[in-house]
């Protein structure tokens, strides 16, 4: 099985928001429809997206936090620990399209505690290995995009 034209814009979208492209963004949530994705599947995958992100951001901190020290934040929840098991499900039931954007996300935030996480959840829902070296080449994709359209001010 290959990845539908719908799941390809999902995770398209997924990795644009991961990746911070705005202009990737943009043109994903215009062609989702377009794909046979309905209004609630965009607004999920952009969650999922947006939730991964965030759980890149936890983990980076936990890790800058482990390396440099307590003195960089100080006492508090800066230290969480399950983050990546937090996020696979996202507090919701876990879903074909969820995994798929949750692996493109955790590619393009770099962060693989979470891809590994996602990418368990997505072989457990019946997801191929070759759909999820799928998922990573178009989410490699999409970061070289988004890179590109950034760097082209250096």
Do not use: Y
Request: aromatic residues 2%; contains cysteine; charged residues 30%.
């Amino acid at each position: 099985m290959s990845l539908s034209p719908k799941e390809r814009e999902l995770v398209s979208l997924g990795a644009s928001i991961a990746s911070g492209c705005e202009r990737c963004t943009e043109v994903h949530v215009r062609d989702a429809p377009k794909a046979g994705a309905s209004r609630e599947e965009i607004a999920s995958a952009i969650k999922r997206a947006l939730e991964v992100r965030e759980a890149a951001q936890r983990v980076m901190r936990r890790h800058a936090v482990k390396v440099f020290g307590r003195r960089l934040f100080g006492p508090g929840p800066d230290d969480p620990e399950g983050v990546a098991e937090e996020v696979a499900d996202g507090g919701e039931p876990p879903t074909r399209i969820g995994a798929l954007v949750g692996i493109a996300a955790s590619h393009a935030v770099n962060c693989p505690g979470v891809l590994e996480e996602h990418a368990e959840a997505a072989l457990e829902l019946g997801v191929t290995e070759r759909e999820i070296q799928s998922v990573l080449r178009l989410s490699k994709f999409i970061k070289g995009k988004a890179d590109s359209l950034c760097c082209k001010w250096i």
